[in-house]
Each structure stands twice: as C-alpha cells, then as structure tokens.
C-alpha cells in the first residue's frame, strides 16, 4: 500500500518562504514520478510541479517557475517544494502526488497561507 503524507504548510507573509516535504511509504518511491499540486475552495486542482523518478528532469507551472524548486531524496523516500517568493495568490492547499505506470496516489494535502 502506497501513502503519501505531507507536511510543512502553514501561514507566512508575502515574501516569505515555506518548504514542503512529502513523505511516501512503500517501494515504489524511487521509480516513480512525484509532483506537487495546489486547490483552492471552489476551483480545480492545478499542476504545480513534477520530477523525474532520478531527480533530473523537472517542469513548473508558469505561475511558480522561479520562485518555487521541486526536489527528491531517493534515500528518503521524500519530494520537496521549496516555495520563495510567495504570494497571496499561491494560498491553497497543496497535495503531493505519486505517478507510477497507469496508477497514481494522492496525499491528504497540507494548507499554505500567504497573508498580503
């Protein structure tokens, strides 16, 4: 069984920074592709950023790319998101997810809010 869990949210000011850590049980973290998503009430789930199952290859959404940095720690079972910069607008609750084949695995999700 896969879980996922996330941890590191919480309330910051504009400018501020917040790093996120997901945890992941089970053996298939280092194979698999991780990516981090963000919800707000009222709106879709939205793609944030993803890595490679070895770290090497990562894409972002225009509205994080420069301020926000995906990582892994195969060794740990654990994605990063290093959050700088952050924004009002970037208020939401953000989910890690596990992408491995045809199936994917979602985290509860932890609540980041950026106070203007």
């Known amino acids: 069984q896969v879980q996922l869990v996330e941890s590191g949210g919480g309330l910051v000011q504009a400018g501020g920074s917040l790093r996120l850590s997901c945890a992941v049980s089970g053996r298939t973290f280092s194979t698999s592709i991780m990516g981090w998503f963000r919800q707000t009430p009222g709106k879709e789930r939205e793609f944030v950023a993803t890595i490679s199952w070895n770290g090497i290859i990562t894409y972002y959404s225009d509205s994080v790319k420069g301020r926000f940095t995906i990582s892994r720690d195969n060794e740990r079972n654990t994605v990063y998101l290093q959050m700088n910069s952050l924004k009002p607008e970037d208020t939401a609750v953000y989910y890690c997810?596990?992408?491995?084949?045809?199936?994917?695995?979602w985290g509860l999700g932890t609540q980041v809010t950026v106070s203007s």
């Open positions: 997810r596990l992408e491995r084949g045809d199936s994917d695995y």
